[in-house]
């Protein structure tokens, strides 16, 4: 399951456009945060040096994985799917964060990142338990104008939109490898989105102004970043036909299913193909399909499962972005956290507005929305399951 090499057919795509694709050889705020001071250490973790182990077959991976989430209680499959953030580059604050509320996963901001790598790794090292079985922790780093790790100075969608796709390749090999360098274990890096108008918001860190080259680019990201960190597809299912910022306010299009199908779906069905790991839901609102937003629709999840045929994680865009549309809908963290795991979601991740206390509360809103009927148990198990699968293959360097 999380090798996403075998795919599903996909029902209602366009012959030539898939034909095409598949011959291809090859969280979230824009502007980037001011690190936070850095107290002084009051751990010192080792780097973590997992001992290499034999890649697992598809089949390995999902049995270890389910056989894991088996052994957990309800809290603690709660809890592996929860990506938190705390504000801090003190790794024990972060590692007794991570480790004492078991969570899934982590996102580095702005906030987290030290002088360099070494620090950053000292921070997430830290939040490793088990070697074996590492939390996803994450970092924003598309480059040019999202960009956590400042020492970053590869090329970027600003020039890459219209570069090579072996330029685009080589330039996410060496971002997924500045990644790793960071102790991070997945990129939310490659915008799949795409845009051929300078004023909307998403153009500048979109990969390309077509379909087909935004999905040349996407396949070659995606090869780029393979065996050193998870790659992840953002903002599903495409922010460039839905004008305005997703931090203020939730975009929304009346475009067809078929018209998405031809314009949106190319960049994130290669992407899919080319075996990205994780695909990340935005908070878009495609009304011709689905009133709700993308990140909270249990149709969507069904066209990226069904029709792209992605067995991967699915996480969701940063939850808090939610309660900052102003909505009365979306004020509750919690609720949104448990209509994103029931729609579909694998992985919720919040980080606008939230404190320490924020990622236990939600672990506690997803056990009563089981123990109440709101949350089925075997979609929580599914999605536990599908976040195991990922932490271990990453453990083994099968991802």
């Known amino acids: 399951m999380s090798h996403p090499r075998s795919r599903a057919r996909r029902p209602g795509l366009p012959a030539l456009g898939v034909a095409a694709l598949l011959s291809l050889t090859v969280a979230c705020a824009p502007t980037p945060e001011a690190p936070a001071a850095s107290p002084a250490p009051t751990t010192a973790a080792a780097d973590p040096t997992p001992t290499p182990t034999p890649s697992p077959t598809p089949t390995t991976a999902r049995t270890s994985a389910e056989a894991r989430v088996d052994a957990m209680d309800l809290r603690e499959r709660a809890a592996s799917v929860v990506m938190g953030h705390v504000a801090t580059t003190d790794p024990a604050t972060a590692g007794t964060y991570v480790r004492e509320n078991a969570l899934g996963g982590f996102l580095l901001m702005g906030a987290n990142i030290g002088a360099d790598a070494a620090e950053v790794r000292r921070l997430t090292g830290a939040m490793v338990t088990d070697p074996a079985f590492p939390p996803l922790v994450a970092v924003d780093q598309e480059g040019g104008d999202v960009s956590r790790l400042r020492w970053d100075d590869l090329p970027s969608a600003l020039t890459l939109k219209d570069a090579s796709p072996e330029t685009v390749r080589d330039a996410f090999a060496g971002r997924a490898a500045l990644v790793a360098d960071a102790g991070a274990n997945a990129n939310f890096g490659l915008v799949a989105d795409v845009t051929d108008d300078p004023g909307m918001f998403i153009y500048r860190r979109a990969l390309g102004t077509t379909p087909e080259a935004a999905a040349t680019r996407i396949a070659a990201a995606v090869e780029g970043e393979k065996g050193t960190v998870a790659s992840t597809l953002k903002h599903f299912p495409g922010h460039g036909a839905a004008p305005g910022d997703s931090h203020e306010g939730i975009p929304g299009s009346d475009m067809s299913i078929e018209q998405w199908r031809q314009t949106q779906a190319p960049p994130f069905v290669a992407g899919v193909d080319a075996g990205a790991e994780m695909l990340m839901f935005g908070h878009l609102r495609y009304t011709a399909v689905d009133d709700a937003p993308a990140s909270l629709s249990p149709e969507w999840h069904r066209i990226a499962r069904e029709e792209l045929g ?77 976040v195991a699968a990922l932490r271990l293959d990453l453990a083994s360097g099968a991802g």
């Open 310 to 386: 992605f067995d991967g994680v699915i996480v969701s865009d940063d939850l808090g972005m939610l309660e900052s549309s102003g909505e009365a809908a979306y004020t509750d963290p919690v609720d949104n956290a448990v209509q994103a795991l029931a729609a579909g979601t694998d992985l919720v991740l919040t980080v606008v507005g939230t404190d320490a206390t924020t990622a236990p509360r939600i672990v506690d809103g997803i056990v009563a929305a089981v123990e109440d009927g709101r949350l089925p148990a075997d979609r929580l198990d599914d999605a536990a399951a599908r």
